[in-house]
């Protein structure tokens, strides 16, 4: 059981911390915090910070906004998501009740619907945040169809029904969500939290369905048809945490809804269930009940995620919303597997990548777990940091490829123990995969991409990047260093720029002002045929002052860009994330013409060979390892020459590889390792 009060103060205590470093405001540190969680668990987007406040009577409050609408059609159905923090500073543990809750909703209904004037437009200084999301919000109004207002709360909710009622704000649906203190603690501790669907009690009552299958112990599956419209309404309430995350990653990747879905809704909505492919869903528990005649049905599924159909669920959201369709003649099936709590990790990927194979990107490239991700977790276990004079003990970058992982390496240690792992691991050297994205897309020129978010930097570094290395095998020991040297360039420019005289004349925009000018200078060297020195980083573990001094007046040049958008994208954040910002306002601007500053750079052909020597290392430490995995295969030999031979798998490169090991020998030709290494591919066997 976790101890909330002791959350409590460790969050307490995170926040003022974090502030004191970013010399920011309290409340600033900790929407940081919740807006990076509930955009990992689905929640929302990623979310910009937007602090709009006014007291009094007739006043609000909202502290970001993310707003998720597709560009194109005019009548495209979209949410905004906008957040207002309750952060309490109390000695104990506050307790958050109903009125909190309407206080607060009722602050950001004020705003959403005086945002629509051009009288209360007319009012703001263009600079202020406010301003910024009026603006916002009257260029797409037509597309906003729900507003989803979003509670971060250090508090602890004390109502019993989780799910609210809805309210309609001129004709827009506003769904209400509190993300408090015992949902963070769970989510960031776990990395997501269950979504519990009770039809009875929230949605028209039980489904009747049929038991399919018991198969193993740890799994039971059930086949039912849930009503479009019933679909659309748990859609509409647990959004992207209803999706299992690869296939939400997926959606985010893509354009527009299926217009043969929307096509069949239009014009035979009662041959949808014909004609559509359906759901694949997966839970960790169903609770049944019969129904008056006697027919099985469903009235609650725990830990609900939707692995292969999200097109369709989506879909019909947005035919709902977006084009006013009824869905009362559409019925949609859904497969449902319940897989044992224990098992759900494991298995629901699995699921999602098997149920998924017609994606163009593997599914499970996009997984925390993918070997990509696990060869660079492998880097930064393995890779010393170079000890600065004076220090006494050596420290490595630590790599987090699922949330909570350098959170659980403290947990359940004594003091001392817990010393030496902070030594080894600092909280300054930490990177998480979403990190990782930011950095690399940054210095690649792709700032644009960057000020997307976190999530969706991530989900398009991945699929364009990550997804096309396979294995990770390619990747060396000196592309992690170079990428672990990216981070200290991004984080002390990060620092530089919060502490310059002319960001504190003028804050905001911090973020998108860091990754376009890591992005303008890196181009900027490019352009005279170099490379940033990122060996020279690495080595040095910082940047030369001389070099930061430069970067900085750079950076000053770059605001001055981002907080003068055209007229036509008046949003700040919004001409951020606009491939002509990037192309036609930013790059190229870097015009270095300093050689003190380009003796911070290496030819790009020195670059480049560095390069594919750690490549050629990485190849050959690949076939050490595998020669080293020989010998602990040899046991098994016979074993995997009898199960490739049942599962049609068999070849004479692989059985010659096998008997060979069998009798001991790991003396392999190179054609033989290939093929036993596709062979145990295949098999899923780990070396």
């Known amino acids: ?49 937007c602090p709009v406040l006014k007291e009094g009577q007739g006043g609000y409050r909202v502290d970001g906004y993310a707003l998720d609408v597709l560009e194109g059609d005019s009548a495209e159905s979209g949410d905004l998501y906008l957040a207002v923090c309750d952060y309490r500073q109390d000695k104990d543990l506050p307790a958050i009740n109903s009125r909190d809750i309407d206080r607060a909703v009722d602050g950001v209904e004020r705003l959403f619907r005086a945002a629509t004037s051009r009288k209360f437009l007319d009012s703001l200084e263009e600079a202020s945040p406010a301003y910024q999301l009026a603006v916002l919000i009257q260029q797409y109004r037509t597309k906003i ?6 509670l971060f709360t250090n508090g602890h909710l004390r109502v019993r029904k989780r799910v609210f009622k809805t309210r309609d704000v001129d004709g827009v649906t506003m769904h209400i969500n509190v993300l408090d203190l015992e949902r963070y603690s769970r989510i960031s501790s776990t990395g997501g939290e269950p979504v519990e669907v009770d039809f009875d009690e929230d949605f028209d009552g039980a489904i009747e369905c049929l038991p399919a299958s018991v198969g193993a112990e740890s799994y039971q599956s059930y086949l039912f048809a849930v009503p479009g419209a019933v679909l659309a309404k748990v859609f509409a309430e647990f959004g992207g945490r209803l999706l299992e995350q690869n296939v939400r990653t997926y959606l985010q990747a893509r354009t527009g809804v299926n217009k043969g879905i929307l096509r069949t809704i239009a014009e ?11 759901v694949t869903a997966t839970a960790s528990s169903v609770q049944t009940r019969r129904l008056a005649n006697g027919a099985l049905a469903i009235s609650h599924i725990k830990d609900f995620q939707i692995v292969n ?17 009824k869905l009362d003649h559409v019925y949609v099936q859904v497969k449902l597997s319940v897989v044992d709590e224990a098992c759900l990790a494991d298995v629901v990927p699995r699921i999602s990548e098997y149920a998924n194979t017609q994606n163009k990107v593997s599914l499970a490239d996009l997984a925390s777990n993918s070997p990509v991700q696990i060869r660079i977790e492998r880097f930064s276990k393995e890779v010393s940091v170079p000890q600065k004079a004076g220090e006494l003990h050596s420290s490595k970058w630590f790599y987090e490829r699922a949330r909570g992982q350098y959170k659980n390496i403290f947990s359940y240690k004594t003091p001392s123990e817990r010393k030496k792992l902070e030594l080894m691991y600092p909280k300054a050297r930490l990177v998480t995969k979403t990190d990782l994205a930011k950095y690399e897309l940054s210095f690649d020129g792709r700032p644009h991409h960057v000020s997307e978010g976190a999530q969706k930097c991530f989900n398009r570094y991945t699929i364009s990047v990550l997804s096309k290395l396979g294995d990770g095998s390619s990747l060396s020991e000196t592309w992690f260093r170079r990428a672990m040297a990216k981070a200290l360039l991004f984080i002390e420019l990060d620092e530089a720029v919060q502490k ?13 002002i860091v990754t376009y000018t890591v992005a303008a200078c890196a181009d900027g060297f490019r352009s005279k045929g170099q490379q940033i020195d990122l060996d020279r980083i690495w080595r040095d573990q910082g940047v030369s002052e001389l070099f930061l001094g ?15 958008p055209p007229d036509n994208v008046r949003n700040i954040s919004e001409f951020a994330k606009r491939d002509f910002c990037w192309d036609q306002y930013v790059r190229g601007q870097m015009v270095i013409s300093d050689d003190v ?25 690949n076939e050490v390892d595998f020669d080293i995995a020989l010998v602990a295969l040899t046991p098994r030999a016979n074993e995997l020459i009898i199960l490739a031979k049942n599962e049609g798998l068999s070849s004479p490169k692989n059985i010659s590889a ?24 295949r098999l899923d066997v780990d070396v």
């Open 268 to 278: 035979e909505p009662g041959m949808f269930f014909a004609y559509n492919n359906g």
């Open 550 to 564: 430069w970067m900085i007046g750079q950076a000053k040049v770059v605001a001055d860009i981002l907080k003068s």
């Open 500 to 512: 310059s005289g002319w960001y504190q004349e003028d804050r905001g925009y911090k973020a998108q």
């Open 1 to 49: 059981m976790v101890d909330l009060q002791e959350e409590y103060f460790q969050l307490f205590e995170e926040v003022r911390i974090g502030s004191i470093a970013d010399h920011e405001l309290q409340i600033t540190e900790f929407f940081r915090i919740y807006s990076v969680l509930a955009a990992e668990n689905g929640d929302t987007p990623d979310m910009d910070y």
């Open 145 to 150: 169809r729900r507003l989803r207002v979003v």
């Open 658 to 681: 096998l008997s060979k090991l069998a009798k001991g020998n790991v003396n392999l030709s190179k054609g033989e390792k290939g093929a036993l290494k596709f062979l145990l591919d």
């Open 597 to 621: 500053i380009l003796k911070f750079g290496v030819s790009l052909a020195d670059y480049k060979n560095e390069d594919f020597q750690g490549i050629k290392e990485a190849s050959r430490n």
């Open 309 to 325: 159909g999200g097109q369709t669920t989506a879909s019909l959201l947005y035919a709902r919303d977006g084009l006013g369709r």
